[in-house]
């Protein structure tokens, strides 16, 4: 297999609010403990990986900016080059592990800074990270800042899944999906980092990687005020240049009227991977849709027949009476 080759843009700001609560960090070589990387520099993907975090700070005057830079902090120590050892990346149910135990560890430090002082009493923070190692993307989350994965060839598609009350509602089928964008209650979250009621419970998926994948990750700054389909519309028509992806990604959610911190972190997988298989012409939203279209012209020729059915029924019956 050839080594997998990749590109990185990110951008973090204040955005709708006055005051930025949010925080990120990338390394394109989790060898060599610089978090950093060149956008739109393409690299290769080194035996340990690369990784992206995306945190999303909670607590307005609790230091909600704190808790995320705390969770920032925790993560990179854990993902420092001589903590990667073989018995952590010899499978992927170690990795899945690594990451849980890695999340859990942002918690306690969160809970444990805020006993020390009065005024970061109650910070939290949301979390989502990618790590990008062999042929696959190890998504972990908790909270609902989110990671999703656009490929020209197969569309967007949701990584994670919201910790929060609305997705339950989902969940449970109390909420459709297109009512639950504008729900006044999407801001509460049911799990996250520094929640004195409860231990974090983060949750890990794995995802194979695949050329073209563009991987990114978000705070609900921008998810928030886009939906999926605007999304990927947008990464559709600037998909070549994944700085350009992240600044039309930013001015979309500026013009949709952003009130919330924005963080957008890319990962463009250029080549060594598999190429991604084609969605058909129809896909199951098309179908669905040509479904909606057409029940209403099959009700009426299933009356016609049913019509033509009597009446051919009806002519018979009556030739076999006058036989007689």
């Known amino acids: 297999m050839n080594a997998i080759k990749f590109i990185m843009a990110a951008r973090c700001e204040a955005a709708g609010r006055s005051k930025n609560e949010d925080n990120f960090q990338l390394t394109d070589n989790l060898i060599n403990n610089q978090w950093s990387f060149k956008t739109d520099n393409e690299v290769y993907l080194s035996e340990k990986g690369a990784l992206m975090i995306v945190c999303d700070g909670m607590g307005g005057m609790n230091a909600g900016e704190i808790a ?7 993560i990179k120590e854990w993902f420092a080059t001589e903590c990667l050892t073989h018995e952590v990346t010899a499978s992927s149910e170690r990795i899945v592990r690594y990451i849980k135990n890695a ?6 430090r969160i809970k444990e800074d805020g006993e020390k002082e009065r005024e970061k009493e109650g910070m939290g923070s949301t979390i989502v990270l990618a790590w990008l190692i062999g042929q696959s993307v190890f998504i972990g989350w908790c909270g609902d800042s989110r990671a999703y994965c656009y490929n020209p060839s197969v569309g967007l598609k949701l990584l994670s899944h919201d910790h929060s009350y609305v997705q339950s509602l989902v969940d449970t089928g109390q ?4 009512r639950a964008f504008d729900h006044p209650n999407n801001n509460i979250i049911t799990r996250s980092l520094g929640d ?8 890990v998926v794995e995802y194979p990687l695949h050329n073209g994948d563009v991987i990114m990750l978000c705070s609900d700054g921008l998810n928030g005020v886009l939906r999926d389909h605007e999304i990927e519309t947008v990464m559709s028509e600037h998909v070549k240049a994944m700085a350009t992806c992240r600044d039309a990604l930013w001015i979309a959610a500026h013009d949709a009227g952003w009130h919330d911190n924005v ?37 009426y020729l299933w009356l016609l027949m049913s019509v033509a059915a009597g009446l051919i029924a009806g002519r018979m019956i009556s030739k076999f009476f006058n036989l007689f």
């Open 196 to 203: 004195t009621l409860q231990t974090a419970t983060p949750d």
């Open 68 to 74: 995320s830079q705390i969770a920032v902090e925790t």
């Open 175 to 178: 909420l459709n999906e297109d």
């Open 103 to 108: 999340i859990i560890a942002a918690d306690t």
């Open 263 to 299: 963080t957008i972190a890319l990962c463009q997988i250029v080549s060594g991977c598999e190429q991604a298989i084609s969605l058909p012409e129809n896909t199951a939203e098309q179908k669905k849709v040509v479904a909606k279209t057409k029940k209403p012209i099959w009700k």
